[in-house]
């Protein structure tokens, strides 16, 4: 059971790592959208804004969700480690 909680651990901690990749370069790619968009150059801002909601604003969803129950988690198996 413990080998098998630590895997899932595991896989969160990579999902969160991958999803902040993702994040960041939404982010990076609407910044150069919008320096595009307000010099009248085409660099992407419709693509950008017709994958806000269903791709960016769900990414950030589980951004902050997993950081937190991954801080939970921890805490609570230190909490657990400490009493043994």
Sequence with gaps: ?????EQWIEWL???LVLD????LAAF??????LLGKSTGIPLGWE???SLWEPLFTPAIGILMAGALLN???KQVTKRLKAKN
């Design 1 to 5: 059971m413990k080998e098998r909680f």
């Design 13 to 15: 901690d990579r999902l």
């Design 20 to 23: 902040i990749f993702l994040v």
């Design 28 to 33: 990076f790619w609407f910044a150069i959208a």
């Design 47 to 49: 693509l950008w804004y």
């Design 71 to 73: 801080g939970l988690i």
